[in-house]
Protein backbone atom coordinates (compact mmCIF):
# COMPACT_ATOMS: atom_id res chain seq x y z
CA UNK A 1 0.00 0.00 0.00
CA UNK A 2 1.34 3.52 -0.74
CA UNK A 3 0.10 6.54 0.76
CA UNK A 4 0.64 10.36 0.37
CA UNK A 5 0.43 12.83 2.47
CA UNK A 6 0.58 16.33 1.04
CA UNK A 7 -0.06 19.81 1.71
CA UNK A 8 0.61 20.27 5.37
CA UNK A 9 3.00 22.01 7.08
CA UNK A 10 5.70 19.29 8.93
CA UNK A 11 7.33 20.38 11.97
CA UNK A 12 9.91 17.58 12.88
CA UNK A 13 13.46 18.00 14.39
CA UNK A 14 13.34 21.92 15.66
CA UNK A 15 12.19 23.05 11.63
CA UNK A 16 8.78 23.54 10.30
CA UNK A 17 8.26 23.67 6.43
CA UNK A 18 5.95 22.77 3.66
CA UNK A 19 6.30 19.30 2.48
CA UNK A 20 4.99 16.06 1.48
CA UNK A 21 5.72 12.24 3.26
CA UNK A 22 5.23 9.48 0.96
CA UNK A 23 4.47 6.11 3.15
CA UNK A 24 4.99 2.62 1.80
CA UNK A 25 3.10 -0.16 4.01
CA UNK A 26 4.12 1.20 7.29
CA UNK A 27 6.97 2.78 7.02
CA UNK A 28 8.27 6.83 5.52
CA UNK A 29 10.03 6.00 2.70
CA UNK A 30 10.29 9.95 1.32
CA UNK A 31 10.12 13.48 2.89
CA UNK A 32 10.03 16.12 -0.38
CA UNK A 33 10.28 19.67 1.11
CA UNK A 34 8.32 22.44 -0.63
CA UNK A 35 5.35 22.22 -3.03
CA UNK A 36 6.49 19.20 -5.10
CA UNK A 37 4.53 16.73 -5.50
CA UNK A 38 5.73 12.77 -6.53
CA UNK A 39 4.42 11.80 -9.77
CA UNK A 40 3.49 8.32 -8.73
CA UNK A 41 0.27 6.58 -8.02
CA UNK A 42 -0.89 6.14 -4.60
CA UNK A 43 -3.66 3.54 -3.41
CA UNK A 44 -4.39 6.73 -1.11
CA UNK A 45 -4.10 10.41 -0.98
CA UNK A 46 -4.15 12.84 1.93
CA UNK A 47 -4.72 16.29 1.73
CA UNK A 48 -3.20 18.11 4.74
CA UNK A 49 -3.70 21.51 3.64
CA UNK A 50 -4.02 23.64 5.89
CA UNK A 51 -2.84 21.30 8.74
CA UNK A 52 0.38 20.76 10.52
CA UNK A 53 1.79 17.04 10.26
CA UNK A 54 3.39 16.08 13.66
CA UNK A 55 5.29 12.79 14.67
CA UNK A 56 2.31 10.74 16.59
CA UNK A 57 2.39 11.43 20.12
CA UNK A 58 4.58 9.16 22.46
CA UNK A 59 2.88 9.23 26.07
CA UNK A 60 5.63 7.69 28.36
CA UNK A 61 3.32 7.37 31.35
CA UNK A 62 -0.65 6.13 30.72
CA UNK A 63 -3.07 3.88 33.22
CA UNK A 64 -5.18 1.71 31.04
CA UNK A 65 -6.24 -0.68 33.92
CA UNK A 66 -6.78 -3.73 32.06
CA UNK A 67 -6.55 -6.26 33.79
CA UNK A 68 -8.60 -6.34 36.75
CA UNK A 69 -9.74 -3.02 36.58
CA UNK A 70 -11.61 -2.73 33.59
CA UNK A 71 -14.91 -1.16 35.10
CA UNK A 72 -13.03 2.18 35.04
CA UNK A 73 -10.89 1.46 31.53
CA UNK A 74 -9.39 -1.77 28.99
CA UNK A 75 -6.59 -1.37 26.14
CA UNK A 76 -9.54 -1.48 23.71
CA UNK A 77 -11.27 2.12 24.79
CA UNK A 78 -8.10 3.96 25.75
CA UNK A 79 -6.34 3.03 22.75
CA UNK A 80 -9.52 4.36 21.23
CA UNK A 81 -8.82 7.65 23.15
CA UNK A 82 -5.09 7.96 21.90
CA UNK A 83 -5.65 7.56 18.45
CA UNK A 84 -8.45 10.54 18.44
CA UNK A 85 -5.96 12.68 20.93
CA UNK A 86 -2.81 11.96 18.35
CA UNK A 87 -1.30 9.82 20.54
CA UNK A 88 0.31 6.89 18.58
CA UNK A 89 2.46 5.14 21.33
CA UNK A 90 1.69 4.63 24.93
CA UNK A 91 3.76 2.90 28.12
CA UNK A 92 1.40 1.57 30.18
CA UNK A 93 1.97 1.29 34.27
CA UNK A 94 2.46 -1.81 36.57
CA UNK A 95 -0.46 -1.23 39.49
CA UNK A 96 -3.04 -3.23 37.54
CA UNK A 97 -4.91 -6.69 39.03
CA UNK A 98 -2.49 -8.47 39.43
CA UNK A 99 0.31 -6.28 39.39
CA UNK A 100 2.79 -6.18 36.58
CA UNK A 101 5.52 -7.35 38.96
CA UNK A 102 6.19 -11.17 37.67
CA UNK A 103 7.04 -12.55 34.17
CA UNK A 104 3.58 -14.02 33.63
CA UNK A 105 1.91 -10.90 34.84
CA UNK A 106 3.47 -8.96 32.24
CA UNK A 107 3.47 -11.59 29.40
CA UNK A 108 -0.38 -10.90 30.12
CA UNK A 109 -0.22 -7.33 29.17
CA UNK A 110 1.56 -8.09 25.89
CA UNK A 111 -1.04 -10.67 24.88
CA UNK A 112 -3.66 -8.65 25.81
CA UNK A 113 -2.72 -5.00 23.79
CA UNK A 114 -2.02 -7.68 20.57
CA UNK A 115 -5.49 -8.49 20.47
CA UNK A 116 -6.73 -5.18 21.67
CA UNK A 117 -4.75 -2.00 21.13
CA UNK A 118 -5.52 0.68 18.15
CA UNK A 119 -2.27 2.43 18.78
CA UNK A 120 1.39 1.32 19.70
CA UNK A 121 2.07 -0.34 22.96
CA UNK A 122 4.87 -1.57 25.39
CA UNK A 123 4.39 -1.71 29.59
CA UNK A 124 6.56 -1.01 32.14
CA UNK A 125 7.68 -3.21 34.51
CA UNK A 126 7.26 -2.79 38.41
CA UNK A 127 9.43 -2.93 41.13
CA UNK A 128 8.89 -4.70 45.10
CA UNK A 129 10.71 -5.21 47.98
CA UNK A 130 10.65 -8.60 46.39
CA UNK A 131 11.21 -8.92 42.82
CA UNK A 132 14.53 -7.88 42.20
CA UNK A 133 15.77 -10.96 41.30
CA UNK A 134 13.65 -11.04 38.35
CA UNK A 135 15.23 -7.67 36.28
CA UNK A 136 17.92 -9.70 34.53
CA UNK A 137 15.48 -12.07 33.02
CA UNK A 138 13.61 -8.89 31.76
CA UNK A 139 14.03 -8.17 27.63
CA UNK A 140 14.97 -4.99 27.24
CA UNK A 141 14.02 -4.61 23.71
CA UNK A 142 10.11 -5.26 24.54
CA UNK A 143 9.76 -3.07 27.92
CA UNK A 144 10.34 1.13 28.56
CA UNK A 145 11.70 1.12 31.67
CA UNK A 146 11.08 -0.08 35.59
CA UNK A 147 8.51 1.56 37.54
CA UNK A 148 9.37 2.44 41.06
CA UNK A 149 6.66 3.64 43.71
CA UNK A 150 9.22 5.48 45.68
CA UNK A 151 7.15 6.43 49.34
CA UNK A 152 3.94 6.20 48.24
CA UNK A 153 1.65 3.15 46.34
CA UNK A 154 -0.97 1.15 47.41
CA UNK A 155 -0.50 -2.96 47.44
CA UNK A 156 3.08 -4.28 47.77
CA UNK A 157 4.39 -1.98 44.86
CA UNK A 158 5.78 0.42 47.69
CA UNK A 159 9.91 0.16 47.91
CA UNK A 160 10.83 1.08 50.95
CA UNK A 161 13.69 -0.68 51.98
CA UNK A 162 16.63 1.07 51.76
CA UNK A 163 18.34 -1.90 51.21
CA UNK A 164 16.16 -2.82 47.85
CA UNK A 165 16.59 0.68 46.94
CA UNK A 166 20.03 0.25 46.99
CA UNK A 167 20.56 -2.60 44.85
CA UNK A 168 17.84 -1.28 42.86
CA UNK A 169 19.63 1.53 41.85
CA UNK A 170 23.23 0.21 41.89
CA UNK A 171 22.21 -2.92 39.35
CA UNK A 172 19.86 -1.96 37.03
CA UNK A 173 20.63 -0.73 33.44
CA UNK A 174 16.98 0.08 32.37
CA UNK A 175 15.29 3.47 33.17
CA UNK A 176 13.98 3.69 36.40
CA UNK A 177 10.91 5.83 36.59
CA UNK A 178 10.14 7.06 40.22
CA UNK A 179 6.75 8.13 41.48
CA UNK A 180 7.80 10.46 44.21
CA UNK A 181 5.83 11.42 47.25
CA UNK A 182 7.00 10.36 51.06
CA UNK A 183 4.21 7.96 52.86
CA UNK A 184 4.99 8.89 56.55
CA UNK A 185 4.99 12.64 55.63
CA UNK A 186 1.58 12.28 53.27
CA UNK A 187 0.68 10.43 56.54
CA UNK A 188 1.42 12.89 58.86
CA UNK A 189 -0.62 15.23 57.11
CA UNK A 190 -3.75 13.38 56.56
CA UNK A 191 -3.84 12.73 60.52
CA UNK A 192 -3.50 16.43 61.00
CA UNK A 193 -6.02 17.24 58.55
CA UNK A 194 -8.67 14.76 59.61
CA UNK A 195 -8.29 16.41 63.07
CA UNK A 196 -9.08 20.10 61.50
CA UNK A 197 -11.64 19.59 58.91
CA UNK A 198 -13.24 15.95 59.72
CA UNK A 199 -12.56 12.55 58.89
CA UNK A 200 -12.84 13.25 54.37
CA UNK A 201 -11.28 16.58 54.24
CA UNK A 202 -12.64 19.03 51.29
CA UNK A 203 -10.38 18.81 48.08
CA UNK A 204 -8.87 22.10 48.17
CA UNK A 205 -6.43 20.43 51.38
CA UNK A 206 -5.51 17.65 48.86
CA UNK A 207 -2.18 19.93 47.86
CA UNK A 208 -1.68 20.57 51.77
CA UNK A 209 -1.68 16.61 52.18
CA UNK A 210 0.46 15.40 49.92
CA UNK A 211 2.46 18.33 50.04
CA UNK A 212 5.68 19.99 48.37
CA UNK A 213 7.60 18.49 51.29
CA UNK A 214 6.18 15.15 50.44
CA UNK A 215 7.37 15.51 46.93
CA UNK A 216 10.45 17.42 47.71
CA UNK A 217 11.87 14.94 49.79
CA UNK A 218 11.10 11.77 48.00
CA UNK A 219 12.66 12.97 45.10
CA UNK A 220 15.69 13.90 46.80
CA UNK A 221 16.10 10.68 47.52
CA UNK A 222 15.83 9.49 44.21
CA UNK A 223 17.77 11.43 42.90
CA UNK A 224 20.53 11.34 45.41
CA UNK A 225 20.39 7.43 44.71
CA UNK A 226 20.96 7.88 41.24
CA UNK A 227 23.95 10.13 41.83
CA UNK A 228 25.37 7.93 43.60
CA UNK A 229 24.84 4.72 41.91
CA UNK A 230 24.81 6.52 38.15
CA UNK A 231 21.36 5.14 37.52
CA UNK A 232 19.19 6.57 35.10
CA UNK A 233 16.42 8.05 37.07
CA UNK A 234 13.23 9.57 35.42
CA UNK A 235 11.20 11.13 37.45
CA UNK A 236 7.51 11.02 37.15
CA UNK A 237 4.89 13.32 37.16
CA UNK A 238 6.90 16.11 39.00
CA UNK A 239 4.53 19.14 40.56
CA UNK A 240 6.45 21.49 42.35
CA UNK A 241 8.62 24.65 41.65
CA UNK A 242 11.08 23.07 44.74
CA UNK A 243 11.52 19.48 42.93
CA UNK A 244 12.34 21.47 39.87
CA UNK A 245 16.02 22.77 41.93
CA UNK A 246 17.28 18.95 42.10
CA UNK A 247 16.82 18.27 38.23
CA UNK A 248 20.28 18.31 36.03
CA UNK A 249 19.02 17.12 32.92
CA UNK A 250 22.63 15.84 32.14
CA UNK A 251 22.37 13.13 34.72
CA UNK A 252 18.25 13.19 35.93
CA UNK A 253 15.50 13.57 33.28
CA UNK A 254 11.99 14.66 34.53
CA UNK A 255 8.10 14.32 33.58
CA UNK A 256 5.89 17.04 33.95
CA UNK A 257 1.93 15.77 32.91
CA UNK A 258 -0.51 17.74 30.94
CA UNK A 259 -2.74 18.14 34.18
CA UNK A 260 0.41 19.64 36.52
CA UNK A 261 1.15 21.88 33.67
CA UNK A 262 -2.46 23.16 32.65
CA UNK A 263 -4.13 23.34 35.75
CA UNK A 264 -3.68 25.00 39.45
CA UNK A 265 -5.19 24.69 42.99
CA UNK A 266 -7.63 27.73 41.71
CA UNK A 267 -9.71 24.86 39.53
CA UNK A 268 -10.71 22.58 42.84
CA UNK A 269 -13.18 25.49 42.97
CA UNK A 270 -14.84 24.61 39.92
CA UNK A 271 -13.57 21.37 39.01
CA UNK A 272 -13.42 19.64 42.54
CA UNK A 273 -12.03 15.65 42.68
CA UNK A 274 -12.49 15.80 39.64
CA UNK A 275 -8.51 17.01 39.24
CA UNK A 276 -7.76 15.18 42.13
CA UNK A 277 -4.55 13.42 41.14
CA UNK A 278 -1.14 12.20 43.13
CA UNK A 279 1.03 14.41 43.76
CA UNK A 280 -1.46 16.68 43.68
CA UNK A 281 -2.13 19.58 41.78
CA UNK A 282 -0.72 22.62 43.31
CA UNK A 283 0.05 26.23 43.36
CA UNK A 284 -0.20 28.62 40.57
CA UNK A 285 3.57 29.69 41.01
CA UNK A 286 4.30 25.71 41.15
CA UNK A 287 2.35 25.51 37.72
CA UNK A 288 4.31 28.72 36.27
CA UNK A 289 7.92 26.94 37.52
CA UNK A 290 6.95 23.90 35.65
CA UNK A 291 5.74 25.85 32.25
CA UNK A 292 8.58 27.64 32.62
CA UNK A 293 10.70 24.50 32.73
CA UNK A 294 9.48 23.20 29.09
CA UNK A 295 11.98 25.59 27.56
CA UNK A 296 14.87 25.67 29.86
CA UNK A 297 15.67 21.79 29.71
CA UNK A 298 14.69 21.05 33.00
CA UNK A 299 11.77 18.81 31.65
CA UNK A 300 12.81 16.20 29.10
CA UNK A 301 9.20 14.54 28.57
CA UNK A 302 5.03 15.44 28.83
CA UNK A 303 3.42 12.64 29.71
CA UNK A 304 -0.59 12.05 30.95
CA UNK A 305 -0.51 9.80 33.90
CA UNK A 306 -4.11 9.15 31.98
CA UNK A 307 -5.79 7.24 35.16
CA UNK A 308 -9.95 7.17 34.33
CA UNK A 309 -12.35 6.37 37.38
CA UNK A 310 -15.63 6.07 37.58
CA UNK A 311 -17.48 9.65 38.19
CA UNK A 312 -18.89 7.41 41.55
CA UNK A 313 -15.11 6.27 42.41
CA UNK A 314 -14.96 10.03 42.61
CA UNK A 315 -17.26 11.37 45.17
CA UNK A 316 -16.17 12.82 48.50
CA UNK A 317 -12.78 14.49 49.38
CA UNK A 318 -9.03 13.94 50.29
CA UNK A 319 -9.67 10.26 51.97
CA UNK A 320 -12.73 8.94 50.12
CA UNK A 321 -12.27 10.73 46.61
CA UNK A 322 -9.80 7.95 44.36
CA UNK A 323 -7.28 10.08 42.75
CA UNK A 324 -6.39 10.22 38.70
CA UNK A 325 -8.47 11.61 35.82
CA UNK A 326 -8.34 10.71 32.29
CA UNK A 327 -6.39 13.01 29.99
CA UNK A 328 -4.97 10.98 26.90
CA UNK A 329 -7.84 11.91 24.54
CA UNK A 330 -6.98 15.70 25.06
CA UNK A 331 -3.73 15.88 25.73
CA UNK A 332 -2.13 17.41 22.62
CA UNK A 333 -4.88 19.85 22.19
CA UNK A 334 -4.28 21.26 25.57
CA UNK A 335 -0.60 21.36 24.73
CA UNK A 336 -1.29 23.37 22.04
CA UNK A 337 -3.08 25.36 24.33
CA UNK A 338 -0.14 26.56 25.74
CA UNK A 339 1.82 27.54 22.33
CA UNK A 340 -1.06 29.44 21.36
CA UNK A 341 -0.42 31.77 24.68
CA UNK A 342 3.75 31.77 23.97
CA UNK A 343 4.45 29.63 27.01
CA UNK A 344 6.64 27.11 24.38
CA UNK A 345 6.74 26.95 20.51
CA UNK A 346 5.27 24.21 18.60
CA UNK A 347 8.56 22.60 17.39
CA UNK A 348 9.16 22.84 21.47
CA UNK A 349 6.24 20.64 21.76
CA UNK A 350 7.23 18.05 19.55
CA UNK A 351 10.25 17.70 20.83
CA UNK A 352 8.85 16.88 24.48
CA UNK A 353 5.82 14.87 23.45
CA UNK A 354 7.29 12.93 20.25
CA UNK A 355 11.34 12.86 19.95
CA UNK A 356 12.15 13.16 23.93
CA UNK A 357 10.19 10.23 25.11
CA UNK A 358 12.05 8.39 22.02
CA UNK A 359 15.43 9.42 22.76
CA UNK A 360 14.95 8.74 26.60
CA UNK A 361 13.74 5.42 26.00
CA UNK A 362 15.70 4.24 22.95
CA UNK A 363 12.55 3.84 20.92
CA UNK A 364 13.11 2.23 17.75
CA UNK A 365 12.36 3.84 14.93
CA UNK A 366 9.43 6.24 15.70
CA UNK A 367 9.11 9.46 17.27
CA UNK A 368 10.68 11.27 14.82
CA UNK A 369 9.52 11.95 11.13
CA UNK A 370 12.24 10.70 9.52
CA UNK A 371 12.99 8.10 6.23
CA UNK A 372 12.31 4.43 7.08
CA UNK A 373 10.79 5.05 10.20
CA UNK A 374 7.18 3.88 11.05
CA UNK A 375 4.69 6.42 9.52
CA UNK A 376 3.11 7.25 12.63
CA UNK A 377 1.66 10.66 12.32
CA UNK A 378 -0.64 13.41 13.66
CA UNK A 379 -2.54 15.86 11.55
CA UNK A 380 -3.62 18.82 13.58
CA UNK A 381 -5.71 21.94 12.06
CA UNK A 382 -5.38 25.45 13.84
CA UNK A 383 -8.17 27.64 14.22
CA UNK A 384 -10.78 25.62 14.49
CA UNK A 385 -13.25 25.82 17.57
CA UNK A 386 -15.07 23.11 19.33
CA UNK A 387 -16.09 22.31 22.40
CA UNK A 388 -15.22 18.96 24.48
CA UNK A 389 -18.45 17.39 25.18
CA UNK A 390 -19.31 13.85 26.86
CA UNK A 391 -20.39 12.77 22.94
CA UNK A 392 -16.58 12.97 22.20
CA UNK A 393 -15.10 11.56 24.63
CA UNK A 394 -13.78 7.80 23.95
CA UNK A 395 -12.58 6.54 27.26
CA UNK A 396 -14.75 3.82 28.90
CA UNK A 397 -15.40 6.39 32.23
CA UNK A 398 -17.26 8.99 29.68
CA UNK A 399 -15.95 12.16 31.77
CA UNK A 400 -13.46 14.38 31.43
CA UNK A 401 -11.95 17.44 33.91
CA UNK A 402 -12.44 19.60 30.10
CA UNK A 403 -15.63 18.81 29.36
CA UNK A 404 -17.09 22.03 28.34
CA UNK A 405 -13.77 23.45 27.72
CA UNK A 406 -13.57 24.82 23.77
CA UNK A 407 -10.37 24.17 22.12
CA UNK A 408 -9.04 26.17 19.14
CA UNK A 409 -7.05 22.88 17.64
CA UNK A 410 -8.55 19.65 16.26
CA UNK A 411 -6.71 16.61 15.67
CA UNK A 412 -7.74 15.82 11.76
CA UNK A 413 -6.35 12.50 11.90
CA UNK A 414 -4.26 9.88 12.90
CA UNK A 415 -1.80 7.63 11.61
CA UNK A 416 -0.06 4.37 13.18
CA UNK A 417 2.16 2.34 11.03
CA UNK A 418 0.72 4.22 7.95
CA UNK A 419 -2.80 3.37 8.85
CA UNK A 420 -5.54 5.97 9.40
CA UNK A 421 -6.67 5.15 12.62
CA UNK A 422 -8.72 7.89 13.22
CA UNK A 423 -10.45 10.97 11.22
CA UNK A 424 -13.67 12.26 10.71
CA UNK A 425 -14.23 11.88 14.87
CA UNK A 426 -14.03 7.83 14.14
CA UNK A 427 -11.41 5.62 15.69
CA UNK A 428 -10.80 2.28 13.53
CA UNK A 429 -12.04 -0.18 16.00
CA UNK A 430 -10.83 -3.35 13.01
CA UNK A 431 -6.56 -1.99 13.10
CA UNK A 432 -4.51 -3.57 15.39
CA UNK A 433 -1.37 -1.90 16.27
CA UNK A 434 2.22 -3.22 17.31
CA UNK A 435 4.37 -3.39 20.34
CA UNK A 436 7.38 -0.49 20.69
CA UNK A 437 10.50 -2.37 20.33
CA UNK A 438 13.55 -0.58 22.30
CA UNK A 439 17.38 0.12 21.76
Known amino acids: MRTVVQGGTIVNEGKTFDGTIVIEDSKITQIIQGHTYPEASFDEVIDASGCFVLPGIIDDHVHFREPGLTEKADIDTESRAAAAGGVTTYFDMPNTVPQTTTLEALEEKFALAAQKSHVNYSFFFGATNDNLALFPQLDSHRIPGIKLFMGSSTGNMLVDRRESLEQLFSSLKLPIMAHCEDTA ?7 QAKQLYGDDPKVIHHPEIRSEEACYES ?89 PHLLSQKEGGCAKAVSGMPMIQFSLVTMLELVDNGILSLERLVELMCHNPARLFEVRHRGYIREGYQADLVLVR ?39 VYTDGKVDTSYIAQPVTFR
Open 185 to 191: IINRNMA
Open 382 to 420: PNTAWVCTKSVIQSKCGWSPMEGHMFLWRIERTLCNGHT
Open 219 to 307: TRLAVELARKHHARLHIAHLSTARELELIDPSLITAEATVSHLYFCDRDYANLGTRIKCNPAIKTERDREALQRALTDGRITVIGTDHA
